[in-house]
Nanobody, 121 residues
Framework: QVQLVESGGGLVQAGGSLRLSCAAS????????MGWYRQAPGKQRELVAA???????NYADSVKGRFTISRDNAKNTVYLQMNSLKPEDTAVYYC???????????????WGQGTQVTVSS
């Protein structure tokens, strides 16, 4: 099996910064795209940022210029540096990864358990 474990959420004032981390572990052969999604109360889950194994990135318009996604392929870990946080960034943030497992050889999508980010005004 594969597990994604997130860390780094918390409470921060508007204008502050947080760094989220997500480490993948288990019977991993390779990881293709990794990303961060978020879901605020009463809203649908939305893509925040994604990064390919080659380092190409994609961001939601609402976070461009403020958030930076990166990954360490050797550690199977993806990061989200969040700067200039706004109250509207408040949400549960979920890690996502497309993983090929050893012995299975088919790409599956995995999700972390989520970490709460709360930005106070």
């Amino acid at each position: 099996q594969v597990q994604l474990v997130e860390s780094g959420g918390g409470l921060v004032q508007a204008g502050g910064s947080l760094r989220l981390s997500c480490a993948a572990s288990g019977s991993i052969f390779s990881i293709n795209a990794m990303g961060w999604y978020r879901q605020a109360p009463g809203k649908q889950r939305e893509l925040v940022a994604a990064i390919t194994s080659g380092g190409s990135t994609n961001y939601a318009d609402s976070v461009k210029g403020r958030f930076t996604i990166s990954r360490d392929n050797a550690k199977n870990t993806v990061y989200l540096q969040m700067n200039s946080l706004k109250p509207e960034d408040t949400a549960v943030y979920y890690c996502n990864a497309d993983v090929v497992r050893v012995g299975v050889w088919i790409k599956y999508e995995y999700w972390g358990q989520g970490t709460q980010v709360t930005v106070s005004s």
